[in-house]
Nanobody, 126 residues
């Protein structure tokens, strides 16, 4: 059984940076497409970023474009989300997710992701 575990969340001041990691246990995800989503307080889950199986194709939500970088290390079996210039509206629980497909595509649709982590809290203070 696949488990995805996020880490690296925490409390940071506005303008600061955080890097989230997502590690897989149970098997490798090194050839599956991956993504990051978040759920702000009182709001629905929303897309943040996606990456294809080898990291050659990425996609970002307009709200984070230019401030967030998704990457992956297929040797270490880890997915990353580097977040810079954080804003208070970045406060959310962040989830990594895995699609059961390995190709050049990226997706913003949560229903196309098969496995999900339990989430990491990111809180940005003013």
């Amino acid at each position: 059984q696949v488990h995805l575990v996020e880490s690296g969340g925490g409390l940071v001041q506005a303008g600061g940076s955080l890097r989230l990691s997502c590690a897989a246990s149970g098997r490798t995800f090194n050839f599956n497409n991956m993504g990051w989503f978040r759920r702000p307080p009182g709001k629905e889950r929303e897309f943040v970023a996606a990456i294809n199986c080898i990291g050659s194709n990425t996609d970002y939500a307009d709200s984070v474009k230019g401030r967030v970088t998704i990457s992956r290390d297929n040797v270490e079996n880890t997915l990353y989300l580097q977040m810079d210039s954080l804003r208070q509206e970045s406060t959310a629980v962040y989830f990594c997710a895995e699609r059961l497909i390995a190709n050049s595509t990226v997706s913003r649709r949560p229903d196309e992701y098969r496995y999900w982590g339990q989430g990491a809290q990111v809180s940005v203070s003013s």
